[in-house]
């Protein structure tokens, strides 16, 4: 204590010859002899903000992304529906057009002598993939769908031929425009399969966060509506895309049948652009124009165009 | 446009599908790939657009942005119930939204609110579709718990893909200033005694004899006293005559300081000493303005704010509008506001300090001058030692030795002529001023 300061804050006199301090006591004093279990941060001292883990936020509710749900709304229980179609497509699908030659475990099999082991696992992947799949899109679990998502990828990956080929696999008597549709058709599948996943999981936070009173819907009907047509939209429009860039090998001999019948002969028998390089050299070509159209700003243009319409 | 989480794992997937594709020669890969790509492209298309305008009174926007020819389809406007309201009461507040464009619009809307408001009713985020030329109005009522100068918005709204892979954000610059009072408690009596009249009459009785309503003592009658004052049980009594003496009636000067130093605002956001405080200020002030007296006001804590004493309703809202802005911060020793004021007010006037008496070395001293000087000393102190304990941030130990030693303090005062009252959590304010008066 200051010397100064005792004189005024001496109480001695009143407690016995004791001295005692009059200022209010230290909290930093105390602070030290505090137990661990009596410093928590009372509940009331700090907002409740949820933070979205990294899951829940790749899922990407619209709103306020939250994996407690309330049981599934009609909506939901639609898209689980369409959900599980789509997902028993793909298993189908996945199994025609990625025969086990190539992959990896069918290379182990053979390694081992077992040869119908790797047939074996690659039956086991896609269900696996089915079974991560069911269990995600009807207990809305995020990780499952997740899990299913790697194990539907991962069975592609394989080793093969530069031509799309499908030696060994179910469609060895098919022809290769068929072929070529069928593949555009898994990949259309695998995608759509993702996004309606997704929506699954979307929709449901969306419904939970209505139902609980955090979000007002106005007009749903509509919102929902737009969903539904760009469910329907957006897998023709991808397929076109997508069969242009692997129907290259046709459409580039059949441009240049224009100028030089020759020159278009020798591009139909070539190798290249029947191989996986000539699905790169469409992709390129196609994606070349799109991106003409973003650099020219043409959405934004269409649309200033849009609004300014009476 | 921004790209969602989702979206950027759709591109890293196909850029990897696409490249493994290439090296692997799988034209499965590719073709997955060339999916998600046309996939995202398409969303991208129809995304990128964000035709959000803001009216209103702060329009903070850059009308030569690159996107300036779309951004006046769409127009927000905010009405509020109320400005000034006191702690628990509820704004009713509507937001009106007008799309200019002749394009319908599919839009999250959502309208900021300050975070110690709870949405009592109705929605403060919406997702919504708004039609061509339309209007649509957004209602929602808040509640507002915590004292305070509160701004409501901006407006955000947000236009995404169907997917949810991008979207545009824009937020209107709205916004809509209100003030929580604190809330007060209806106070029937203070118990506060005044020495000093002054000209007209008023609410606080001046420890004087005089014309008033309260009795204050009895004397032998004299001529010239008036017959009614003539106490009948006490001449029967005594057998000489007595009278009544009531207490004068007048108006007073009422000092309120109130403690905003940092350690005011210990313990949970919503129970602590600095919001006692200003709610034991708001009563007392809405009680003795009520009654015709002259109020002031100190706030102290990194600085000395102070309302000069008046009287009316509108001192009230002055004094209220004082409590609501008080932040806790500083740490100003109370000598420091009784060396300032003690020369602007008049000697013997009460003053009432709400302060939780930690932390200032200088408050016995303070008051010391305060009682020297005659001035009647109320002390109203909310522990936030009980606070601390009731949130377990305090061991039993702990609070036990600081509650000796803050009842050591308080007797301190006491010693000095001072009213002290160690004010409880959930003790009424009539209560713990009817205890600090001993009653």
Not at chain 1, 300 to 306: C, K, S, T, V, Y
Not at chain 2, 83 to 90: K, L, M, N, T
Not at chain 2, 110 to 138: F, H, S
Request: hydrophobic share 45%; glycine share 6%.
């Amino acid at each position: 204590m200051v010397a100064g300061q005792d004189k005024s804050l001496d109480t001695s006199h009143l407690y016995e010859g004791k001295t005692i301090r009059a200022a209010a006591p230290s909290r930093k004093k105390l602070a030290g002899k505090m137990s661990g279990a009596g410093s928590d941060i009372p509940k009331d001292a700090v907002p409740d903000v949820h933070i979205p883990t990294f899951v829940e936020s790749l899922f990407g509710g619209p709103l306020i992304p939250k994996m407690k749900f309330l049981p599934a709304d009609r909506m939901v229980q639609t898209l689980q529906l369409i959900g599980g179609g789509l997902m028993m497509l793909l298993a189908v699908l996945t199994y025609l057009v990625t025969p086990v030659d190539g992959t990896f475990w069918n290379w182990f099999a053979v390694w081992l002598g077992v040869d119908a082991m790797g047939q074996i696992l690659h039956l086991l992947i896609v269900i696996s993939a089915l079974g991560a799949g069911f269990y995600g899109i009807f207990r809305r679990d995020a990780r499952g769908l997740l899990v299913s998502y790697v194990l539907f990828i991962l069975i592609s990956l394989r080793f093969a031929a530069s031509k799309v080929t499908f030696e060994s696999g179910a469609l060895d008597e098919v022809g290769e425009g068929w072929v070529k549709l069928l593949l555009v058709v898994y990949a259309v599948s695998l995608v759509m399969y993702i996004e309606v996943t997704n929506g699954i999981i979307r929709f449901s936070m969306l419904d939970t966060s209505i139902r609980t009173g955090e979000v007002y819907v106005m007009n749903v009907k509509k919102v929902l509506s737009r969903y539904h047509v760009a469910l329907v939209v957006t897998p023709v429009i991808a397929t076109l895309v997508a069969l242009g860039t692997l129907m290259i090998n046709v459409i580039i001999p059949w441009f240049f049948e224009l100028f030089d019948p020759e020159t278009a002969k020798r591009l139909s028998e070539s190798v290249e652009l029947t191989s996986v390089y000539g699905v790169a050299l469409g992709t390129m070509l196609v994606f070349m124009v799109v991106a003409t159209l973003f650099a020219a700003n043409i959405p934004l243009r269409i649309q200033q165009w849009r609004e300014s319409l009476d | 446009m921004a790209w969602s989480r989702k979206s950027a794992m759709f591109a890293s997937l196909a850029t990897a599908l696409y490249l493994l594709g290439l090296v692997l020669r799988n034209p499965q890969l590719v073709t997955v790939a060339v999916v998600l790509l046309s996939f995202l492209t398409w969303a991208a298309l129809r995304a990128a657009h964000a035709d959000v305008a803001a009216t209103g009174r702060r329009l903070d926007e850059d009308d030569q942005s690159e996107d300036a020819p779309t951004l006046a389809s769409l127009s927000a406007m905010r009405k509020v119930s109320a400005a000034r309201i006191f702690e628990d009461g509820e704004i009713q507040i509507t937001l009106r939204l007008q799309n200019h464009s002749p394009l319908s619009k599919i839009l999250e809307v959502k309208d900021t609110v300050p975070e110690v408001m709870r949405i009592k009713e109705g929605a403060n985020y919406i997702l919504m579709e708004l039609g061509p030329r339309r209007e649509t109005l957004i209602e929602y009522t808040i509640e507002c718990p915590l004292r305070g100068f509160y701004t409501l918005g901006p407006v955000s709204i947000r236009v995404q893909d169907p997917f949810g892979l991008f979207h545009t954000e824009k937020e209107i610059h709205v916004y809509d200033d209100f003030l929580v009072f604190p809330k007060t408690e209806d106070l029937k009596e203070a118990f506060v005694k005044s020495r000093v009249p002054k000209i007209f009459t008023g609410a606080v009785n001046i420890r004087q004899p005089g014309e008033g309503s309260n009795f204050y003592n009895l004397r032998e009658y004299v001529p010239g006293d008036s017959i009614r004052k003539m106490n009948w049980k006490a001449y029967a009594r005594s057998g000489k005559m007595m009278v009544n003496e009531f207490e004068r009636d007048a108006v007073s000067d009422i000092i309120l300081i109130v403690d905003s130093r940092a350690v005011a605002e210990t313990g949970p956001v919503s129970r602590n000493s600095l919001v006692y405080s200003t709610r034991a200020a708001a009563s007392l002030a809405q009680y003795f303005l009520s009654r015709r007296d002259s109020v002031g006001l100190v706030i102290y804590g990194s600085d000395i704010n102070s309302v000069d004493r008046d009287t009316g309703k509108k001192q009230l809202y002055v004094l209220l509008t004082k409590l609501a802005g008080a932040a806790a911060s500083g740490n100003t020793p109370l000598q420091v506001v009784t060396n300032r004021i003690m020369p602007h007010i008049n000697r013997g006037s009460p003053i009432i300090i709400l302060s939780p008496l930690e932390g200032d070395l200088t408050l016995v001293n303070a008051v010391r001058d305060f009682r020297a000087r005659e001035f009647d000393v109320t002390v109203l102190s909310p522990s936030s030692l009980e606070f601390e304990f009731d949130a377990k941030r305090l061991d039993r130990t702990g609070y036990e030795v600081l509650k000796t030693e803050r009842d050591i303090m308080i007797s301190e005062l006491r010693g000095l002529g001072a009213f002290v009252m160690d004010w409880e959590p959930d003790m009424l304010l009539a209560t713990a001023l009817a205890g600090a008066r001993g009653f």
